[in-house]
């Protein structure tokens, strides 16, 4: 953790000095007051009950002040237990990542203790979760309309305002924010959402409150930095199964190897030409499992995985087309995002009778993305079924088993683009009955953890 870090959980821990020194002042002068008083009433002679009563008084102030000059570090334990109380329970909360559940938990977490009037979570386009003044004006799912917000995201630097702001809520009325602080949450030194604190009055923007908000931002974004370590690991694993699974895959292997019988005796040349691009096929699935390879090289698994299946089929029932642009044969992306779309389509999309056209394109988006698109013109899907492929693939059914049927390509390479390339990258999916199907993935390399 950096050092800002590590000073603002120094002052989220303990209390700030100035609030000790006031209270300690003010139980010396009431002490003082109250010894001066006893003194003044002894030599008046004036009523017993009232100088019990200010007895009283004097040795609770002389208590206190006691207190505060000879344990200040009682104090200090109880903030330092109270926020390391906080911080467990907060990492527990949001153990599966930023999402609206583990986000309206931070906010009805945080909001007893601080002097904000409501607490927000946000991702990079919308409200997560609000709670407080503000939580029915900016519901989950709401866009991110306060520009204080969206710059702190973008530049990845600490907001805050003590004047009135305009706001725009989630129905179009106009809200007036009269104080606030914007803190990015931030992974791998990229944004992924922002901690935000609305105030009543322009004077509780304090230190305390810039601490609180940058303390808890920072843990926030450790925990989702250990998230994110997890998940990928997670990914890596299943991208080593994928590989696994298709190795030893009993109805391509059993229907490949078939095909390569079938010729040894009319075709042997071909047989054996279709035997050395099998073990090679193999080899490379084996070797490219759970890693980044070249466009270029998963272009040409795809190619060895047609030439198997045009092998079976018969070279006139599947056609492909593939167009890449020049300059981007080389650029870096994980495995298995190319050539499972094309399984897919191959498995799922054929017609009983007829040629099936798939094709391949992979084009650069000014140097910044990548645009990879598969289509093809076999038997297509519903329209809403199409939209929910990859809806679906982002709430991972984690009891299906891994394997069940085409999701696993869909869920798999969607998880992989996202967690890889940031969440301006998307999958998308088109279809009409009849007609065929377009799978298009936008991979923002801006955003890349291969960069």
């Not at 300690?24 to 009431?30: N, Y």
């Not at 907001?159 to 949450?185: D, K, N, W, Y």
């Not at 604190?197 to 303390?215: C, E, I, K, P």
């Not at 992979?362 to 079924?385: C, K, P, R, Y």
């Amino acid at each position: 953790m950096s050092e800002l870090s590590t000073r603002h959980m120094e002052a989220l821990r303990r209390p700030s000095p100035p609030e000790l020194s006031v209270l300690r002042v003010v139980a010396a002068v009431g002490s003082g007051l109250l010894i001066g008083y006893f003194i003044y009433a002894f030599l008046m002679g004036m009523e017993p009950i009232t100088t019990v009563l200010a007895l009283g008084l004097l040795c609770i102030f002389l208590v206190t002040f006691v207190y505060l000059v000879v344990y200040p570090d009682s104090l200090r334990s109880q903030y330092t237990e109270r926020s390391l109380a906080i911080a467990s329970d907060m990492m527990e909360d949001i153990r599966e990542g930023l999402n609206a559940k583990s986000a309206e938990a931070i906010c009805r977490r945080l909001l007893p203790e601080t002097h904000a009037a409501s607490i927000a979570v946000t991702d990079t386009e919308r409200v997560l979760a609000c709670s407080g003044a503000f939580a029915e004006e900016f519901p989950p799912g709401s866009p991110i309309h306060a520009a204080s917000t969206l710059y702190a995201i973008q530049h990845g630097i600490n907001q805050s305002f003590r004047r009135s702001t305009t706001v725009r809520g989630e129905s179009g009325e106009v809200l007036e924010i009269p104080a606030g602080i914007v803190t990015p949450l931030r992974v791998r030194d990229r944004s992924i959402g922002a901690l935000k604190f609305y105030f009543r009055r322009a004077r509780d923007v304090n230190r305390t409150q810039y601490a609180l908000v940058a303390g808890y931002a920072d843990l926030i974004s450790t925990q989702l930095a250990i998230h994110e370590l997890e998940r990928q690991e997670e990914l890596t694993a299943r991208a080593e199964l994928r590989a696994l699974q298709a190795q030893i895959n009993p109805h391509f292997l059993f229907n490949t190897l078939n095909t390569i019988a079938s010729l040894t005796r009319t075709e042997p040349l071909r047989a054996r030409e279709l035997l050395r691009e099998f073990a090679a096929f193999y080899r490379s699935t084996l070797d490219n499992s759970g890693s980044v390879i070249p466009v270029a090289r998963e272009i040409q698994q795809t190619r060895r995985y047609l030439l198997f299946e045009k092998a079976r089929f018969g070279e006139d029932r599947i056609q492909e087309t593939v167009d890449i642009e020049d300059g981007v044969e080389d650029v870096m992306v994980p495995a298995f995002v190319i050539q499972p779309l094309v399984e897919n389509a191959v498995r799922h999309a054929m017609r009983d009778e007829g040629p099936l056209h798939i094709r391949v394109s992979v084009h650069s988006v000014g140097g910044d993305a990548l645009d990879i698109e598969v289509e093809d013109d076999g038997v297509g899907m519903d329209e809403e079924v199409a939209a929910r492929l990859f809806d679906d693939a982002a709430k991972p059914d984690h009891t299906r088993p891994v394997g069940s049927g085409a999701g696993v390509a869909t869920r798999n390479i969607f998880e992989r683009i996202h967690r890889f390339y940031g969440p301006r990258s998307y999958a998308r999916a088109t279809s009409k009955p009849g007609e065929g199907t377009r799978i298009s993935l936008h991979l923002d390399l801006r955003e890349s953890i291969f960069a």
